[in-house]
């Protein structure tokens, strides 16, 4: 479940900076009042921490996945 949460935060993340790359539009800032605020700062932080986590499905083995049905 951690990872899918972090593989959302990722996709939040990038698409993003699409906008940004695209269209100059930061929709985290445009949503929690700038790219300096506090609250945003957290947002940019946890994606973030979350890509980084992500780094780590990369090296991960088929067998190392537990799947719960």
Do not use: P
């Amino acid at each position: 479940m951690f990872d899918k949460i972090c593989l959302i935060l990722s996709i939040v993340g990038s698409l993003n900076w699409g906008l940004v790359g695209l269209f100059q539009f930061d929709l985290v800032a445009w949503i929690f009042g700038g790219s300096d605020a506090i609250l945003s700062r957290i947002i940019y932080t946890v994606i973030a921490l979350a890509g980084v986590w992500c780094i780590s499905l990369l090296f991960r083995n088929d067998e190392d996945v537990v799947v719960a049905h």
